[in-house]
């Protein structure tokens, strides 16, 4: 969408090295969103924002990171990567808490 | 905890067929339930219910919301091959963040 993109859109990395991937919106929506998406698991909330510097975690935040310096960038980090964080990992973003969400088109993470 | 059951969770038909696909629901306070598409990349929007519009239709697409036995269903008649997609079902609630179902993969054959 081109009011959210996502960085990289594929990256292979090797297990224990420290991986950042990109959120960029030019919506200026309040709330962006990480989910990973996995066959048999559906959608899930890794971490959120509601604003800048400001963060909550998700149902599946451990070995995740997050940061959020300016408005239209949310950065999702794996401090050590491991062969379980392989996923496609999408950005989402909201205008209002409950409202529905646009999607980025998603990163496609595989950790060797 | 909040929670989204989708079934069937794969679906193969032919071209021309009308499909139901199903969405239960367990959440505290509710809010709203919404309906993605997703064929290659990124989930698309297709209809948000809520309390008070609890059904929506978009050409052969049409969904119901039933609060009171907590599901939903999106129907598709007359399907084609682009209809080809996995749907998703999500719903808000009390943490009011979006919290997505399985997914139902649906294939449309020629």
């Known amino acids: 969408d081109a009011g959210i993109t996502q960085s990289p859109r594929h990256k292979v990395t090797e297990t224990g090295t420290p991986v950042t991937l990109r959120c960029h919106q030019t919506?200026?929506?309040?709330?962006m969103y990480w989910y990973r998406q996995d066959p048999g698991h559906g959608l899930r909330l890794i971490h959120y924002?509601?604003?800048?510097?400001?963060?909550d975690k998700g149902e599946v935040s451990d070995g995740y990171s997050v940061s959020r310096s300016k408005t239209e960038d949310f950065l999702l980090t794996l401090e050590s990567a491991t062969s379980s964080q392989t996923s496609v990992y999408f950005c989402?973003?909201?205008?209002?808490?409950?409202?529905?969400?646009?999607f980025g088109s998603g990163t496609r993470l595989t950790v060797v | 905890e909040d929670k989204v059951v989708q079934s069937p969770l794969s679906l193969v038909v032919h071209e021309g067929d009308t499909v139901t696909l199903n969405c239960s629901y367990e959440?505290?306070?509710?809010?709203?339930l919404l309906w993605y598409k997703q064929e290659k990349k990124a989930p698309t929007f297709l209809f948000m219910l809520?309390?008070?519009?609890i059904e929506k239709k978009s050409g052969r697409l049409s969904s119901i919301l039933d609060k009171k036995e907590l599901f939903s269903i999106l129907n598709i008649t007359a399907t084609q091959t682009g209809d080809s997609a996995i749907y998703l079902c999500?719903?808000?609630?009390?943490?009011?963040?979006?919290?997505f179902g399985k997914g139902t993969k649906l294939t449309v054959n020629p």
């Open positions: 999500a719903v808000v609630g009390g943490s009011e963040k979006l919290v």
């Open positions: 919506e200026n929506h309040r709330y």
């Open positions: 989402a973003i909201s205008r209002n808490l409950g409202d529905g969400y646009t």
């Open positions: 924002s509601y604003g800048v510097k400001d963060t």
């Open positions: 959440v505290t306070n509710f809010r709203s």
């Open positions: 809520t309390s008070s519009g």
